[in-house]
């Protein structure tokens, strides 16, 4: 009954930028934590970012920290991820999530998923 769908994904160059928007929809719920998920061919999906929806606590992984940001606005229902020096590693199919339950925001146990959008980042 929550649709999560993720836009702003794209073909970009090594170095340049990108805004991940994930809009929440459907049932009108509270929500604990959302977060941004990637997996590139071949390889398991792995945490990315994630916020604590109420307190704002950000959480990233080792390998994007000071290059992203996630951020929220609560008027829109919508968890962005400014994606900056992107790199050609980062090319993935990147994914957001919704927790309703006090969970470790850093791993997989979200409540709802987003179908996905495609980021590339050619050298």
């Known amino acids: 009954q929550v649709q999560l769908v993720e836009s702003g994904g794209g073909l970009v160059q090594a170095g340049d930028s990108l805004r991940l928007s994930c809009a929440a929809s459907g049932r009108t719920f509270s929500r604990y934590a959302m977060g941004w998920f990637r997996q590139a061919p071949g390889k398991e999906r792995e945490f990315v970012a994630a916020?604590?929806?109420?307190?704002?606590?950000?959480y990233y992984a080792d390998s994007v920290k000071g290059r992203f940001t996630i951020s929220r606005d609560n008027a829109k229902n919508t968890v962005y991820l400014q994606m900056n020096s992107l790199k050609p590693e980062d090319t993935a199919v990147y994914y957001c999530?919704?927790?309703?339950?006090?969970?470790?925001?850093?791993?997989?146990?979200?409540?709802?998923w987003g179908q996905g959008t495609q980021v590339t980042v050619s050298s």
């Open positions: 999530a919704a927790a309703l339950r006090g969970i470790d925001p850093r791993r997989q146990g979200y409540d709802y």
């Open positions: 916020i604590r929806w109420i307190a704002g606590n950000t």
